[in-house]
């Protein structure tokens, strides 16, 4: 971590099957303008150990969030963001620690307000959501016989049209070979009380809508935006449910502003941190894997 009074630090929290690894493009970017960033991996999630069957309440699969807000100094704020329904998990780690937090970015994500109890939010979404439009998503009971728990895991074809419509076709392989199972915590999260005012509602909310998002209907995100309210509110043209990947630069670009939102005009970038350098940043691990592929192929040549 660099110094400066001008450096941010976000911390990155991904939605429902995904991992800290759908935020590699942003946190390039974020990184080449000198601010540090923290991606986590959700338990059971990403490459968290832990197991879907070892977890019985939306506390424990939000654990690793938590942890990172313990570690943050008492005189630090972050800029804590987070999508889909990772937000839901953002709004827990508000609850707890909102005088660590500067400012909270809902991504197309779940934002609840501080009069209904959190279950509320996802009966809305659920209702909203026609069998057909859940497409080939599957859902299969886990843990004990008489739980009642259920594991949901996106589809090939729902990630494709639904989440990745717009994102690049290398990174709906990746998506549909990395993505795992989560649990639906209904019973869990049904005992949850409404967030409160004094603390939920004390942190700066802000709202980044992808205008072409089909996994969270964009009525229901402006529905939530009005009933929760968020102090800022920005959308992103031509930008699906997974906007980080498939428009990382306007999405950095916003998440810049909105940090800076009130605070004067926002630094230019770091020399050295241009276009071409972020573009580098974000290809490095390509030039990294062509390196290795180069010295296999030499090696082998050699021995025969």
């Not at 991992?19 to 990184?31: H, I, N, T």
């Not at 991504?107 to 009069?115: F, N, S």
């Not at 843990?143 to 895991?153: A, F, N, T, W, Y």
């Not at 916003?254 to 350098?277: C, F, Q, T, V």
Request: proline share 6%; charged share 20%.
């Amino acid at each position: 971590m660099t110094g400066g009074k001008q450096q941010k630090h976000f911390v990155l929290v991904h939605g429902a099957c995904h991992g800290a690894w759908c935020w590699y493009r942003l946190q390039s970017l974020l990184e080449a303008e000198g601010h540090c960033v923290t991606a986590i991996d959700l338990a059971a999630s990403g490459i968290n150990p832990i197991k879907l069957d070892e977890l019985r309440t939306f506390s424990e699969y939000t654990m690793p969030l938590f942890e990172v807000m313990e570690s943050i100094p008492p005189d630090e704020k972050v800029v804590l963001v987070g999508h889909s329904l990772g937000g839901m998990n953002m709004a827990f780690a508000m609850e707890k620690y909102p005088q660590k937090i500067s400012v909270a970015i809902f991504i197309a994500a779940i934002m609840p307000d501080t009069v209904h109890t959190p279950i509320y939010f996802f009966e809305q979404v659920i209702e909203g959501t026609t069998k057909e439009e859940s497409m080939d998503n599957q859902f299969i009971p886990i843990g004990r016989p008489g739980d009642h728990v259920m594991s949901m895991l996106f589809g090939p074809q729902y990630t494709s049209s639904k989440l990745y419509q717009l994102c690049p076709s290398e990174d709906v392989a990746l998506a549909k070979a990395l993505m795992r199972p989560i649990s639906n915590f209904w019973d869990d999260l049904s005992k949850k009380s409404a967030f409160s005012n004094e603390t939920y509602g004390s942190v700066k909310r802000a709202y980044i809508m992808p205008n072409e998002d089909k996994a969270l209907k964009v009525e229901y995100q402006r529905w939530q935006i009005k009933n929760s309210g968020a102090a800022i509110v920005k959308e992103i043209k031509d930008a699906d449910h997974m906007a980080m990947i498939s428009k990382p630069h306007e999405l950095c670009q916003l998440l810049l502003d909105i940090a800076w939102e009130g605070k004067g005009p926002r630094p230019l970038l770091k020399e050295g941190s241009s276009e071409a350098g972020r573009n580098e940043a974000i290809f490095r691990p390509i030039y990294y894997l062509n390196f290795i592929l180069f010295l296999f192929l030499f090696l082998l040549l050699f021995k025969f």
